[in-house]
């Protein structure tokens, strides 16, 4: 129930301290994944936010989402009940958090830029009004889910919904009329029809993260894919909406960078970033830059429609776990209102160090290099939460919902043979590794294009074709098959040498290192070639195929050489240059004149 049943009863009291993990005894009940407080010193009214995550021999193990400095044993634990939830209401989009819903700019108005322990503030702000619209008559009967009014936040109809923790019908006794309420007012009032239980609904809910939200009517298969705008990945690798996608890369191979660009370009409506143990200098980088971006589309600020999680590797292992589980739970409210949300991880190998390390603490039986030996099935049910849904709503018709997961890993080292890359490598739709070889040539994105794959490609071929032309999933994999080619005549070139090869090889290489420069590569920090529409990438694709197939009659290696790098830097210049300006006509008209000769 979203009110939380205080748990009076039970008392519990420190027993011991290992770095994050306190362990308490108790009389009463405890419950797995339970919240409880831990005070500091007798009496004392600094209480720090932690979670049970073992129970044995009348003993519960915590894990404590702060600094477990001073405390001792013998400091009384309150034990709350509740499972670790988070608040879903209006007013989240544009706000950035931390792990545990606690809204980082109020937290630093409260208490300076140092955070202090045990200060913990509701997520939605209580002062602020909404419009609401009432959707839903008297009388009717709903369930968990659906709609009872919508408010109108950012560029979406907001859907207020009937909580979804009740089980069973509901009958709507009565709702408010339109008008301004503060998100803890209530705006209707409710029956549920199998306890006759009656109680007030506001436009907040609350919601324990690690449980999915998973009232839709029924699970799709994805059929569309979304847009991320990173023209290697929407080509040859795409993802789809409501699949999964793991970008693993060693250590500044462009993993941050590459979420940023799908953070800002990506058609979805709700975009949650779950900064997950990143270096903090990097994330407050992305806070100070996304209130000042504009999204192309709406023209308005992109923090509009972002959510940021944070947690930062300064801040407690623990509360890196919850991070991940508070953005799924985000992505997941919003796809119940009809919308395409997008939860992007960066990066996935903090949370799994902080689950080694907590394993660790409990003393577990050891997996592979440490990780508990459950780390592939946590990742497993993580990513099951990606998605495309059917949402039936009574009152507002039928829609279809997504969570698309794109998580980053970061291995040691960049070697993809580890628990973590190789766990979530088999849970996942798509794979974009990112190689050192390609980042230190500077070739950006470094996603590999002979190493990564897209379970999606088949599924999503009818809606690609028609989004950029027919036959284009066919050509794509075409190139792919014909770039790997050309790498391997530049294999061979490194070896025999350039003189060895035969003019025809030698032009093949020359092609695939075009399609590369000019497709593959992308400058994420160009304006224009950030974010091509699907026309510019259409018309671009279909270009690239056309010097592929063209037969030059190159009369020597030289001359093939030449035309080739003459043609490379005025498609890489037409890249960055406008839609629509004269420029862009004037490259295209010389990229034309090139393949006519
Ligand atoms: P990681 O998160 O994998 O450690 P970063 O995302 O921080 O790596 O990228 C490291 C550097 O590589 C960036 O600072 C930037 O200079 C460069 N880089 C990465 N991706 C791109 C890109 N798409 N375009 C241009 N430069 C890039
Ligand atoms: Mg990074």
Redesign the pocket.
Known sequence: MNAATANQSTTATVVGVSGNMVTASFDGDVRMNEVAYVALGQGGDVKLKAEVIRIRNGACDLQVFEDTRGIRVGDPVEMTGEMLSIELGPGLLGMTVDGLGNPLEELAVHSGAFLQRGVYLPTLDRTRTWTFTPIARHGISMTAGDTIGTVTEGIFEHRIMVPFDIIGAIEVLSVKPGGDYRVDEPVARIRVESTGAEFDVTMIQRWPVKRPIDIYAERLLPATPLTTRVRIVDTFFPVAEGGTACVP?????????????VSRHAEADVVIVAACG?RAG?VVETLREFPELTDPRTGRSLMERTIIVCNTSSMPVAAREASVYTAITLAEYYRQMGLRALLLA??TSRWAQALREMSGRLEEIPGEEAFPAYLGSLIAAFYERAGLVRIDDPNLGTTNGSVTVIG?V?PAGGNFEEPVTQSTLAVVGCFLG?TYAR?YA?R???ISPTDSWSNYLARLKDALDKTYFTGFVDAARDVIDYYRVGQGIGDQMKVVGEEDLSLADFTHWLKAEFIDAVYMQ????DEVDACPSEERVAQAFQFAVRVINHDFKFASKDVARDTMTTLTATFRDWNLAPAGSDEHHRLWNEMEAAVHA
């Open positions: 890369g060693p250590f500044g191979s462009g993993k941050t960078v590459f979420q940023q660009s990143e990097e960066d990066s980053t970061s990112l980042s500077k950006f994105p470094a992308q400058n994420a920090f």
